[in-house]
Structure formats: C-alpha cells, structure tokens
T-cell receptor, first 116, second 115 residues
Framework: AQSVTQLGSHVSVSEGALVLLRCNYS??????LFWYVQYPNQGLQLLLK??????LVKGINGFEAEFKKSETSFHLTKPSAHMSDAAEYFC??????????????FGTGTKLQVIP | DSGVTQTPKHLITATGQRVTLRCSPR?????VYWYQQSLDQGLQFLIH???????AKGNILERFSAQQFPDLHSELNLSSLELGDSALYFC??????????????FGPGTRLTVL
C-alpha cells in the first residue's frame, strides 16, 4: 500500500517569497509521484510528475519538485510566489511498477495563501 | 480548460433519492476515472473504466455504480443517498489504460448536496 502525508494544511507566504509545500510518501515499491493544483470551484490540474527519470522535476507555472528517496520526500517549491498561486495543492502517489492499473492515492491537501 | 466536461455542475437532492452524474472525456481518451472529494475523506478514487470495461475499483460504495458507454462518456449512479454522500464528484480521463505514466485530466466536478 502507498500513502502520502502533506505537512501543513495551510501555508501562508508573502508575494515574492519562496513557496515550499511538503510531501512525504510511503510506498513498498518505487513510486510515481504527482503534484496537482486545485483553484476554487475547479478540478485538479497536474503541475508536475516524477516517473523515475530525473529526480528534479520542473512543472508548469514555475514550480518544481525534487524526489529524495533517502528522505521519502517530494517537496514542491517555487522561488517567488505570485498572487495567482493561491490555491490548494495535492501531492499524490501511485505504484511505479508495471502490471495494470494502479490507483492514485492523494494527500489531504495544502491550501496556499499568498499575502500581498 | 482540461477538455473533460461534467454535468450537472450542481445537484441538490433529498436523502433516499437516486442521481446520475455524467462525464465526457477528452476527445480520444479511452479511460475515465471517478473521484469523490469531501471534507471528511479528502479525495478518494472510486472507479476506473477503460474503453467500456471496468478496470479498477476503489472506495466505491455498493449503492454507487458506474458505466462507460460506447461513445466513451461515463455515468456515475448514486442511489439511496445519505447526508454523507454530499461531496464534489470529479471525473478524470486519460488516453491509455491507466499506466503509471498516464496523465489524468480532471473535469470541473459536480457538487452534490443531499438534504
């Protein structure tokens, strides 16, 4: 079984400051990891995904995440927060081995507030 | 806009009733996934269909059922509704059969309120 833990249900940063959203995973096999963003009243949008290639993954809107196996982490960062980054962010994991469909397990989400 | 459409956007109904939620995947996508998002349970995978066939089940209640039609749209049927079924129901689609590298594209969701 796999799981993800997102530390901090709410994070506040000032506009222009570093964004750091934390995600730790647990998986019995090499995982595939994802970050999604959900804006108010909208569905989820994929920001980036790690699928066992480069450990530093660049996504849309200036976000990136680094897969650290030794720390079982996949934290999401952005050097400079913008007001439009205010949203809820979900980390997700699925098994990285082959053999048919493997369900995605989502974290509980982190709401990012950007203060002007 | 992900290209996935869901209807209706909002649905208000009473306990004990039955409702049907509809999802149209992106053009060319063969897989449809259903998710439930609630304050209590977070975002949970319900069921996956690929090209008309059920592929995987998650935390889907027996009162709930789904199907995918030949034109690839999908419907999620919720019956004997309870207050706790109030949630956002998302549909997602992907081009393939759920391989780990598949990207899922989410629709805007249907907000169900059970009174």
């Amino acid at each position: 079984a796999q799981s993800v833990t997102q530390l901090g249900s709410h994070v506040s940063v000032s506009e222009g400051a570093l964004v750091l959203l934390r995600c730790n995973y647990s998986s019995s096999v090499p995982p595939y990891l994802f970050w999604y963003v959900q804006y108010p009243n909208q569905g989820l949008q994929l920001l980036l995904k790690y699928t066992s290639a480069a450990t530093l993954v660049k996504g849309i809107n200036g976000f990136e995440a680094e897969f650290k196996k030794s720390e079982t982490s996949f934290h999401l960062t952005k050097p400079s927060a913008h007001m439009s980054d205010a949203a809820e962010y979900f980390c997700a994991v699925r098994r990285g081995d082959s053999g048919g469909y493997q369900k995605v397990t989502f974290g509980t989400g982190t709401k990012l507030q950007v203060i002007p | 806009d992900s290209g996935v459409t869901q209807t209706p956007k909002h649905l208000i109904t009473a306990t004990g009733q039955r409702v049907t939620l509809r999802c149209s995947p992106r053009s060319g996508d063969l897989s449809v996934y259903w998710y439930q998002q609630s304050l209590d349970q977070g975002l949970q995978f319900l069921i996956h269909y690929y090209n008309g066939e059920e592929r995987a089940k998650g935390n889907i209640l027996e009162r709930f059922s789904a199907q995918q039609f030949p034109d690839l749209h999908s419907e999620l049927n919720l019956s004997s509704l309870e207050l706790g079924d109030s949630a956002l129901y998302f549909c997602a689609s992907s081009s393939r059969g759920g391989a780990p590298t598949d990207t899922q594209y989410f629709g805007p969701g249907t907000r169900l309120t059970v009174l």
